[in-house]
């Protein structure tokens, strides 16, 4: 409220209103009205200009007033019980108006800004407050001014009963008393009904009849003049008017108020009073203001300024009165005033005020100090507010003289106000207002009734506030009302107390900063005041308001405090539901100990019954169990299916890099124009009709009850559905069942199936908790919001993670074929090498048929038949028979039948290709159709080359047979397969050109099964390059190898087909001669194999490299070169990654002579690696087959381009006692082995002797067995160098120009020696040159050749 | 003098420990919490004014509010714990009152060096509660 405006509205001329019966009967009967209801609202003038001058000599103008009407028996003070109950009863009745269980949060408002009042039963009360205390015998400002008598004009006659009116003593007690101003202006007011008899000629004629015939003034009220205005219900247009201003009663005549009001007509209050009627009496009361009442005041002001000019103030007085006491002026000033009731009698021995019944004082009307309080407030009436200030001070001055503390109290409280409406200092007016509270509490602890006095005290208290508040100090105010609080909380009156505590707590929230701890703290002490008065809706209010503070900081005491008495206090005022609510804060309580936890469910779950015996109850937002709705996994499927949730992991970029190839979705081609804005409305995430929606989310159990969930499941809305009875016809939710442990926590997936297109939105998780108790939680709605990837993508690019969940709404398109891909004998692990034929079934498990099948991956370790099963070719050869007694679906063949295949018995074919960044991709033919529930069966093949494990991604992309009318025509399904593989063999060549064959290597294989925990057998060492054929070694036996069982020749070119066992953690070699093939191109390998390398399955994986590091690497390469799948011959790719090294001569040796072959080994296993879960220990486990792919092998660095084999007859027998010289020729065989032709040098003699260089090649270094003389020539003598046993005879140097690319020659060396023994001949060179493609040259020394001599014995 | 209560409050006015020191009720257990809590703002006033530029605060509070029947007193540390004392009659002297936080404020130090005390939990170490009683009755 203004503070002025109240001011002026609440200290303003009372008018006492006397009026006779047949006039009030008028207003009773007609209207409803009392004749002071139907004045009361045209008392106020705003638009005055009367000049008046008070006690100066200039003159002021008062241009707005207002009189309050009261009834003359009325004007007293209520007893203090009465005014309580009646202020009791009135915040009973405006909390009920006013308090709802869901008010708006003072602290809330706060933090937007928009902090406001949300008190309105304070303004009422305080409003009340004040009315209760009105028509004090300290104060005058509520005492009469004027009397209106109120007569009827149809009166037979009229001046008789002005006169019984004034002799009727109508007067308030206090003027009976005497403390009361009896002498003030009295007017008659005829009431003149239009509508009675007479007429107005009668109404004028009883007007001049009173007029001269009265001793007061009169004035004319014709009423009842035209028709009233009516609303449109009906009632009339005025009724508000005079409602607004009708007062709560009292069981008595006080406080302005009568006890009873007449009965509202059945027109409507004011049925009979017309605009015209309000006019006139508006214009009436003007009349009388302007013309008497106001001149009465300015006359009476000055008459009683006068008498305290000549009394109490000037320099001649102030000493008298401080001389002789002012006593004596006072008496004296009584005794002489003739109109005025006489003084009561001063009590011996004392002078001054008179003790009162109350326990007060009491100064009669003919007081000096009355007189000074009636000129102070008469002038405060009068807007003299300058002369009621200086007034009250010295009037105040005499009260604390005369020890008069509560007169004293009034006169402080008045100059406060009085200063203010003067504009005094804040200063000024606080101390006025203090000194009067001050005043005010000593009096009530003196007084006989303390109580009474006290509320004094807080009107004081209150006014002060709301002056500090006005101005903003509202850490004053809030002391005030502090004060005020303490005082009325000593009394007992918790009433008033809690008002003020929850005013003092709000001004704590308008102090900058606010003070919101505070705030809670005094709001909850005023709630439990408002506890004490049985006032609980409004207890319950401000608990309401503190809850707010203590929310979310784990103050759980408090908190458990609040709910609680929130809650009993609802369900005992028949609110279950509410109260629920509150008990529902009171759980989880983890840090109650387990009979409180038990004790607080339990009385929720007879809040919920007692609610349910009412009516439905509402799914409460249950704390128990917790629900983590803030990551809650969903796996739906749109047009992109995924089989499982490691297909979903996978980054989309790899998926899109397979699908490109497809041609199917729109992921597969972004571009910057398909990057979502983020001003663009963000559509909602695509299911499909029928298929499940499941969300997966994290629950736990805090407290130490076991708790038992029912009916847990989704709740769900759809677009289409109007009523939630049908909602079954739309959704259908999946529900469970369970019970949490204490301290549990569990992961649930919760599905729900939409069964017609249109909007679905998930809202949250519902459930029953022990059976009675429905609790919902809602899931965030937050806007999609795409997550940012900080790798993988352009900066900037927002992708949004499909598997959490960020919108509710999920758009539903129609029923398309769904494609499933299950494995039929998906193994636990593989081993390396391992090749294993997995059998898939594809099943359409959508409602409508699918067709133009393809399938993508980029994993070079699995390989999908090209063929169906029936008619897919066997890899294993042989071995197939034998293993597929114990592997059952280790091979095609062993594909059991099926009823519902689409396949019939046509031969269906998959073409195969590989497309751009060396995506396989296998298209089925488009006529192939898959009718809903059939099933197609295909092989897989799975050969894992490298130790890690194996992870492919396979999409699969399908169309719907019939082009559906909305929605995508394509779809995907992306699934990952996934093995962990297992250690096995790993096989090292070792490649050494032949000492005795210008074409043939020797091989070498390492076989390491140092690492695997299973038994393999070697069945086959194959060289799978065509024209290529192995010839086993007998096993040298060397430290550390066991003898080779790969001994035995299969008659076979290209084929070594012998077991060699390899028990786990073993090492072994294995010795071949690995031919080349010849340009005759008549050494092929042929005939039947145990696997066929060059065909099937082996065949694609050969020429596939084995195990990229990564699928979305894009640095592979690229040839479209389709292959019919119908023959897969696939020539072998040979490897780019064993490259020779550049500047060498092999750098440019990649001719088909000097082609790296492939070799294959092929194992098999006694059993299969063990099952992590599946299979029981001990169980049967079946054989496992397996292959090495040992690509491009070559030979080892160093070696020369140019083979050399030295040949001749090795043991001569030489007659040296007939000849000296024993000369053995030593052919020495040359092969150009460059893919180009070379010079070739041969130089005798001139060379040191090679060494071989140890374990570099397939044979290692041999000690010569000295059974025999040995005269080695070796140059690793030390000291100079011996003289040479042999010479070299003819020819030592022989050239051949030209040698052409594969070619090889012949030349014939002569070699003497001279006694008999083993020689070594090494001493010779070759070098050679080549002219083409930049000249290269180089050397090498010629093979040694031994040479055994043995002298012949004389026959 | 007699301490009735001794409270730790955490960086986000969250209680870390409250403990009633004398034989409580249930109803005088929540009024601690009550003026504790509600102490909260008078701490936060002084913090912010306790400072000039160039100066060092001091830890110490003094009187952050009286009750009708106790004295709330508070000493706030460098990383924002508030310790909090609800005092009985008569006032005691400012230097004991700060001796005894640097006490309460050690004790609460040795709590959170333990490597299984989680930051911002509540404190149950029986050892600091023993530690606090015994600042508390040494008064």
Known sequence: MDLRNWILERVSPAVMVVSSPAADAICREKNGLTVVDLLRPHGSFHHLSVPVRTVGDTSYRIRELQLRFFHSQTMTQPSREVADEHLHQLLNTLAKEHVDNEPTSMVHLLRKGSLSYQTPWFERYRQEFFRMLAFAEHECYDHPVACLYVVHVDAEDIVAELQQLQAGGNVPPLMRQGLMEASILQHCLVLHDATSEGGDARAQEQLKTLAARSNCSCSLMKVHVGTSDRKANGEPGHAGLWRAHFQPRLPRASAGELPDRPEEPDQGLGAALSSTDLKTITQVLEDFTVRYLLPDLELRLRALNQQVLVSRKGLRNQLKSLWRGKSASSTSLANNSNNHTAPAPETPGRTGPTPTAA???AYSTGSMEFQMRMLAD????????????????????????????????????????????????????????????????EVARAAREPAAMVRYATRTALMLAEYQRAHGQFPEAHSALLQGYRQEYEMGSSMRAALLLEQAALFQLHRTPALTHKFAFYIVLAGTEYQKSSLLRLRAHAYRQALPVYQGKEWNYIKEHLHDALGKQLREGGEPVAAARHFVALLPGAFNPEAWQAYFLQQLLDTVQ??????????????????????????????????????????????????GPLGAGAEGTTSWLDEPSSKAAVRPPTIVADEPLTLTLNMSNPMKLPLRLSHLRLSCSHSLCRDEASLSQYVQADELEFTLDPSDAVQIGLSVRPLQPGMLTVDGLEWTLNDHVRGFRAFPARDPAPSRRTTGVRRGAAVRDRRILQSRTFNVIPAMPRLEVHMENAPPSLLQGQLFCCRLSLRNTGPTPLKSLRMATLHPDIHLAPLDPSHDDDPLGPLSQSSADTQPGAHSGASPPHQHSPLGQSRVVARSHTAKHGVHVQTWPSELAIEPGQALRWNLWLHPRSYEPLLALLSWCYEAAQSPSDGPRQRLLRMTARYDVQPALAVTPVLTPSAQDLHKHLLRLDLDNSQGATALDISEVACSTPGWSLTPIADRGHAGAAPSAIGGSTGRPGVQHQHLEMPAGTRRAAFFHLHPPTRSGGNVTSGVRWMEADAGPLAHFQARPSHPPTEARGTRRTSDTSTDGASPSPAPVPSPSRAAPPGSPFAAAQGPLWDSPNILVAWRSHAQPASTSGEALGAEVPQAVGAVHLLDCRLQEGQAPIRALAEGCGRVTHDFAAAGACSVPLRLHLRNCLPHPAGLSVEAGHMQPHTAPSEAGAWRCLSVPADGPVQASDSQAVGPPAALDHLWCGCACTRIPDLPSGHQTSITLQVAVFAPGLYKIADYGIGWTTTSQGAQQGSFPGPPFLLQVDAAVPS | MTITCAAVVGRANNPLYLEACKPASDEEVLKYHYVVHCALDTVEEKVALRTQPGEIADSYLGMLYPTEDHKVYGYVSNTS???????????????????????????????????????????????????????????
């Open chain 1, 610 to 659: 007692e609610a349910a015996a009412k009516g439905k109850v509402p799914p409460l937002d249950l704390p128990v169990p917790e629900v983590d709705v803030s990551r809650v996994l969903v796996r739906h499927d749109d047009h992109i299916c995924h089989a499982d949730s490691a297909a979903l992991s996978q980054p989309l970029d790899q998926w899109r890099l397979l699908e």
């Open chain 1, 378 to 441: 008469v002038a405060f009436l009068m807007q003299d507010y300058e002369l009621a200030g200086t007034t009250l001070r010295l009037l105040a001055a005499d009260f604390k003289s005369d020890r008069a503390w509560k007169h004293y109290a009034g006169a402080q409280e008045m100059l406060a106000l009085a200063s203010f409406m003067a504009g005094a200092s804040m200063a000024t007016v606080t101390a006025a207002f203090s000194e009067a509270f001050s005043a005010y509490t």
């Open chain 2, 81 to 139: 714990i508030k310790f909090i004392f609800v005092v009985e009659e008569p006032a005691p002297k400012d230097e004991d009152m700060r001796a005894l936080f640097k006490r309460f404020h050690a004790a609460f130090i040795d709590v959170v060096s333990n490597p299984f005390y989680e930051i911002g939990q509540p404190i149950t170490s029986t050892s600091f509660d023993a530690s606090v009683r015994t600042i508390v009755t040494t008064v």
């Open chain 1, 359 to 361: 326990g007060g004082q």
